[in-house]
């Protein structure tokens, strides 16, 4: 059986009391065993909140980091850095770094390489824009998106964890249907079976994120080849996230 994953994705939220505070309440929810939990608060958050989790399950993913190893790159994080202060999973392509921050799906190869050679886990964001499900060009978009991983040995894909997130669903309160998610991501298996093979298929983790909620992720999460959800807004208070982790 595949792992189940819920990873809360902060975004620029969180100073360093409500860090604390948040990770306080979290840890008194009580969560499903069975499920994987992530945390992933601001490049400045990230060692408070590894030292104040340490103990518990829950891990802690940085949100972006660079390509490069080090050198002139004012402003950015390295993978090395991350792993010092004790991260070694990280988010690359959230859609907001694609859309904000020009993050290419050539910049993201660069990245993704540099994160598997250090060892890291990635959580790989992708997605349509609006324009592109009303043109029915969903399927093709994720395609290319995806391409940027199709290079990679079939090894490299222990280290990864798909994230599905259309950008029409992110942060706006829309979600896709389930069927919809079910479809894409049932499509995102048929891609993976067509450039490695059908076990690898069924091995690979891949999350829904887009406006997941306390009050739709049951019915998301019972898709049959729905692992999990990458969730933004509701991550941000303890008790909807551990409900989102519960809807399992
Ligand atoms: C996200 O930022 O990855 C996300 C899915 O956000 P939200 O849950 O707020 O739509």
Not at 4 to 13: F, L, T
């Amino acid at each position: 059986m595949r792992n189940q994953i819920v990873a809360g994705n902060w975004k620029m939220n969180n100073t360093t009391s409500e860090t604390e505070k948040l990770l306080n309440e979290l840890e008194k929810q009580t969560l499903n065993k069975s499920v994987k939990v992530y945390v992933a608060p601001a490049f400045t958050q990230l060692s408070q909140a590894v030292r104040q989790l340490e103990g518990t399950p829950i891990k802690v993913a940085a949100q972006n980091m660079n390509a490069a190893a080090s050198g002139a790159h004012t402003g950015e994080i390295s993978a090395s850095m991350l792993q010092g202060v004790g991260v070694h999973t990280v988010i690359l392509g959230h859609s907001e770094r694609r859309s904000l921050y020009s993050e290419t799906n050539d910049s993201l190869k660069d990245k993704v390489a540099t994160a598997l050679n250090a060892e890291m886990e990635l959580i790989f964001c992708f997605g349509e824009e609006l324009e592109q499900r009303k043109e029915n060009n969903h399927f093709e978009v994720v395609r290319a998106q995806l391409a940027v991983l199709f290079e990679l040995p079939e090894k490299a894909w222990d280290q990864i964890i798909l994230a599905y997130e259309p950008v029409w669903a992110i942060g706006t309160g829309e979600t896709a249907s389930p069927e919809q998610a079910q479809e894409m991501h049932a499509f995102i298996r048929k891609e993976i079976e067509e450039n490695y093979n059908s076990s690898l298929a069924e091995k690979v983790v891949i999350l829904y994120g887009g406006s997941v909620k306390p009050s739709n992720a049951q019915e998301i999460f019972s898709m049959k080849d729905v692992d999990g959800g990458l969730i933004g807004g509701a991550s941000l208070k303890a008790s909807d996230f551990a409900a989102i982790v519960n809807a399992f």
